[in-house]
T-cell receptor, first 111, second 108 residues
Framework: NAGVTQTPKFRVLKTGQSMTLLCAQD?????MYWYRQDPGMGLRLIHYSVGEGTTAKGEVPDGYNVSRLKKQNFLLGLESAAPSQTSVYFC??????????FGPGTRLTVT | DAKTTQPNSMESNEEEPVHLPCNHSTISGTDYIHWYRQLPSQGPEYVIH???SNVNNRMASLAIAEDRKSSTLILHRATLRDAAVYYC?????????FGAGTTVTVRA
């Protein structure tokens, strides 16, 4: 099993550009999450999904949209990137209660 | 906002035990205590979780105070690979809130 994979690993965007981050899991998990982590800080929840076709806002949802069209994929979109969205983005999935599996992260820089 | 309090950093020698404290004075009866760790340049990794009783697994032990207002994560024999940021999280559902955690340094 690959576990949780994230695409791309690195990306540089100019202010105002858009992009989509892809998260995929092969563990048949129902719950999936997107977090961001700024330097020296803990992770903050952006959006999450409790099953295919569902999404919900987390702690810091502004400026992001998500979709969960297939159970194994959770997409995070930035419609108009801003420098404040420079961060490392982590995706996670959860099957067994309370044990989340994280991907390796995507490092995004917005100039 | 994170609801737990942890020291910013701790140091340990290799092959010695590490005791990581966590205060969660606002914990409710349905809140679990979760521990995750994050190695450098990686995503967080699940370590252990518990509700009331002490818990053991292959990675660590979790000792929970009788009043549940504090807990201690115990790494029995630290290795260099255990150098990481350790997060103590109080949560009663599937949404976790990460604070700044405790940075553990292991000296060879």
């Amino acid at each position: 099993n690959a576990g949780v994979t994230q695409t791309p690993k690195f990306r540089v965007l100019k202010t105002g550009q858009s992009m989509t981050l892809l998260c995929a899991q092969d563990m048949n998990h129902e719950y999936m999450y997107w977090y961001r982590q700024d330097p020296g800080m803990g992770l903050r929840l952006i959006h999450y999904s409790v099953g295919e076709g569902t999404t919900a806002k987390g702690e810091v949802p502004d400026g992001y949209n998500v979709s969960r069209l297939k159970k194994q994929n959770f997409l995070l979109g930035l419609e108009s990137a801003a420098p404040s969205q420079t961060s490392v983005y982590f995706c996670a999935s959860q099957g067994v209660p309370y044990e989340q599996y994280f991907g390796p992260g995507t490092r995004l820089t917005v100039t | 906002d994170a609801k737990t309090t942890q020291p910013n950093s701790m140091e340990s020698n290799e092959e010695e035990p590490v005791h990581l404290p966590c205060n969660h004075s606002t914990i409710s009866g349905t809140d679990y205590i979760h521990w995750y760790r994050q190695l450098p340049s990686q995503g967080p990794e699940y370590v252990i979780h518990g509700l009331t009783s002490n818990v053991n697994n292959r990675m660590a032990s979790l000792a929970i105070a009788e009043d549940r207002k504090s807990s201690t994560l115990i790494l029995h024999r630290a290795t260099l690979r255990d150098a990481a940021v350790y997060y103590c999280i109080q949560a009663n559902d599937y949404k976790l809130s990460f604070g700044a955690g405790t940075t553990v340094t292991v000296r060879a």
